[in-house]
């Protein structure tokens, strides 16, 4: 099986910062979207922070890959799918895996 790629890693960064900005603007922080909510206390969405959401479901799926890295083009895609769906139909928020296209794009200022 091959590698996730370096365009893969990007979408990966890209999407856990939308993602993270998205669930944010829909209100859910993170205490909030894993259904532990305390009075009181609140804890914002942040990349990293959704990165780690995507790493976990990762392990869960892939037990015997320890980082992100190690995840082939396969094996991305389908966490992806499963996150997606998952916060969906939960929250209603979500972002599509963004395109080399679209990243490109977004470099040189034509979108956000």
């Given amino acids: 099986m091959k590698q996730r790629t370096a ?16 669930l944010e603007l829909a209100g859910f922080d993170q205490i909030k979207f894993y259904d532990t909510l305390k009075d ?3 804890v914002k969405w942040t990349m990293e922070a959704f990165k780690a959401f995507f790493r976990s479901v990762a392990h869960d799926l892939y037990p015997e890959v320890e980082s992100t890295a190690e995840l082939t083009t396969e094996q991305i895609q389908h966490v992806y799918n499963i996150i997606d769906r998952g916060v ?17 794009d977004e470099a040189r200022g034509l979108t956000r």
């Avoid at 365009?7 to 998205?22: I, P, V």
């Avoid at 929250?91 to 080399?100: D, F, H, L, Y």
């Fill in 7 to 22: 365009t893969q890693n990007r979408s990966l960064h890209k999407y856990c910062s939308k993602m993270a900005e998205s």
């Fill in 40 to 42: 009181g206390f609140s």
């Fill in 88 to 104: 969906s139909e939960k929250t209603g928020v979500r972002n599509e895996w963004p395109s080399k296209q679209s990243m490109d």
